[in-house]
């Protein structure tokens, strides 16, 4: 029978029965070593609690928060005698920023909290928070979008909407992140505060609601301060006045020779043995191919068309998606803060949480160097957060300077006031401070504790991988401004516009639900203004793409707007080009600039209503993409003023309509504020 069976395989049968097997012996031969292949759960030591496996030359990071295959989040409350659990949903950082906050400030009552990001548990395990006497379940959750979770939260999302959870007893908080000038602000704070209760919670305190479109980190304050002591007296907790004072993190030298991260986020030499997949915790260092400018020379802007190869990584995306761009801060800012605080910023050291039960070992990627940690992980372009002011206010040695910085991080009217004209207002990161404050010297491994890790940034993908799944295009305006005598400048933006051809940059693709009509022949209106356009040069390359394959594509119909067409008409060319093909039906551009009277995207809808009203009968999918404070609302009245006008719908059928527009992906938004 045995050669029977090896009489009908051939060479390749063979070889590839031969891999099968020899991998199953080496898995075998691994965990009989409690070893995981790929790793990068080693702590600073070259060692794991879990797995005590250690390696001789390479250590990896820690991961920032527990994996899926540690113990359970109960378990470890359970086992650390922890009734604190606070989970967050966070796109940009900030709420998870604002969890790590939470998690210090309860110190203070000689607490330790448990601090989880849902993508790294099993969401089920939520069950078993009644386990805990006296749980308290705290979530700083972000909307996404148009009204979504984040990325790290769908899954936590949708356990708990699926309402088999049972919460009976335990108490909850919950402080939304949202952005009023979407239409659905803060819709996943809103939603989980209700269910949570629904799920037999008790809340503890009011929803909070912060607005970054106003001062995100003045209505935390708020929230905050009177969020702790509310729960302190719940749960008859005493203030540790020791404890104010207490570090999260202490220092430690790494001798010569260690390998040290150089910019990597998930392990060692990541860019120079990658791994797929990548992601936001392991991105991929992608080769940029062109970096082109877009605007004329009468424009006094600037607006970068970069395409970048991921050839080799697997990467594979969809026009409409987004890339993630890790940028790298302005050497001369990292220059004036080693100016500034005078330290040796390429001495080797690693910052190792003070509490040894924590999950998350160090505040990012060590050991590393100071001038690398300033450089790629922290960020020092944000306008300075009220905690970080209260603690650098006590290395001041001139008693006024350390009462301004103090009081900046007072949660009274004349403090929440000041800290929004001062720092909000006048965008003050903390160089500009260090710079303005000359006896503020605190010590740079503090400094680095409290700063913000430096984020990604999300472009459109202004490109189709159907022209070539390994090149990925996006364009950006390059933030640039002055605010009296500083120069304001955006972190990536200005980064990107210094990446010449072949230089690298690390990069990973995000999905996106904004997708065209499976049928080709459905027709399409896409609104965009500016850099809006984007994911509509993706569009309408796809669809060229399937015009030249001999299939028949629907009309396409683009709004297109700029301040003036000599100036920062983007892709003018390639535009005209598209309609001499017949790939673009038809084009309607708005200049607000180049007239008297300004025009806008919206003014050029409502001319064309009759045409728009009708392809949107015949089963039209609408697209708008850009801002979202007035561009997307200014298009989106005007399309109900259509409904009602031409399709004499009341005001509450028009809302409805557009409703179930949405509802069905017949309208899709991609903005931004």
Not at 101 to 113: E, I
Request: charged share 25%; proline share 4%.
């Amino acid at each position: 029978m045995l050669a029977y069976f090896l009489n009908g395989l051939d060479t390749s049968d063979i070889i590839v029965l031969t891999l099968l097997a020899g991998g199953a012996i080496i898995f075998a031969v691994m965990k009989l070593l409690n070893y995981s292949p790929g790793s990068s759960s080693l702590n600073s030591t070259g060692s794991s609690s879990n797995n005590r496996y250690s390696s001789p030359t390479v250590a990896a990071v820690s991961p920032t928060f527990s994996s899926k295959s540690n113990q359970s989040f109960i378990d470890r409350m359970r086992n650390e005698n922890r009734q604190v659990l606070i989970m967050y949903g966070s796109q940009t950082g900030t709420a998870e920023e604002m969890s790590g906050r939470l998690a210090k400030d309860l110190t203070r009552y000689s607490k330790k909290a448990v601090v989880v990001d849902p993508e790294d548990i099993e969401v089920e395990d939520l069950n078993r928070l009644t386990e805990i006497q006296d749980a308290l379940l705290v979530l700083c959750i972000a909307t996404y979008g148009e009204g979504d979770p984040t990325d790290n939260s769908v899954s936590l999302v949708e356990y708990l909407n699926a309402g088999e959870c049972d919460l009976s007893g335990v108490r909850f908080a919950v402080f939304g992140l949202g952005n009023k000038t979407y239409e659905h602000f803060n819709a996943i704070g809103k939603q989980m505060d209700a269910q949570l209760e629904k799920l037999g919670g008790k809340r503890i305190f009011a929803l909070g609601l912060g607005d970054d479109d106003a001062n995100l980190e003045e209505d935390f304050m708020r929230w905050r301060e009177a969020f702790l002591p509310k729960i302190a007296a719940e749960f008859n907790w005493e203030l540790n006045t020791e404890a104010e004072t207490m570090r999260q993190y202490q220092l430690e030298e790494v001798e010569a020779g260690k390998a040290l991260f150089k910019g990597e986020f998930g392990r060692l030499g990541a860019y120079e043995r990658p791994r797929p997949p990548f992601d936001i915790k392991n991105p991929f260092l992608a080769t940029v191919l062109v970096n082109d400018e877009l605007h004329t020379e009468k424009s006094d802007r600037s607006c970068r068309h970069i395409e970048f190869s991921v050839e080799g990584s697997r990467i594979r995306y969809e026009a409409g998606d987004h890339l993630a761009v890790f940028p790298t801060n302005d050497s001369n800012l990292v220059e004036k803060i080693i100016e500034l605080l005078d330290f040796d910023a390429d001495k080797a050291f690693r910052l190792v949480n003070v509490d040894e039960d924590a999950s998350k070992r160090h505040p990012f990627p060590c050991p590393t160097t100071f001038r690398t940690a300033l450089e790629h992980y922290v960020d020092i372009c944000a306008p300075v957060k009220s905690h970080v002011l209260k603690a650098i206010s006590e290395y001041c040695s001139d008693e006024a300077e350390k009462q301004y910085l103090s009081s900046l991080a007072t949660a009274n009217e004349e403090g929440l006031a000041e800290y929004a004209r001062y720092i909000q207002k006048e965008r003050r990161s903390i160089v500009d401070v260090l710079k303005e404050h000359k006896s503020c010297k605190p010590p740079i491994e503090y400094l680095l504790e409290l700063l913000p890790r430096l984020q990604a940034r999300y472009y459109s993908i202004a490109s189709s991988p159907r022209l070539g799944e390994e090149k990925i295009a996006i364009c950006a305006v390059v933030t640039k401004y002055s605010i009296g005598d500083r120069n304001i400048r955006g972190v990536c933006t200005n980064y990107l516009t210094k990446k010449l051809a072949t230089s690298k940059s690390p990069v990973f693709v995000r999905k996106s639900t904004m997708r065209l009509p499976h049928r080709t022949t459905t027709q399409v209106i896409m609104i965009g203004p500016g850099t809006g356009f984007a994911p509509f040069r993706g569009f309408l390359q796809d669809r060229q793409f399937h015009k030249n394959a001999g299939k028949e594509i629907g009309k396409m119909h683009l709004f297109y707007g700029c301040r003036h067409p000599e100036h920062d008409y983007i892709y003018q060319e390639e535009l005209a080009e598209f309609e001499r093909d017949g790939v673009l039906s038809h084009l309607d551009c708005a200049f607000s600039r180049a007239q008297n009277e300004k025009i806008y995207v919206q003014n050029k809808v409502w001319e064309a209503r009759v045409r728009v009203w009708q392809a949107i009968q015949d089963g039209a999918h609408v697209y708008i993409c850009g801002d979202a404070r007035n561009m997307a609302r200014d298009v989106q009245a005007t399309l109900q003023k259509i409904f009602r006008e031409l399709g004499g719908k009341t005001e509450q059928e028009a809302q409805t309509y557009f409703k179930d527009m949405e509802k069905s992906k017949r309208y899709q938004a991609d903005v931004w504020s």
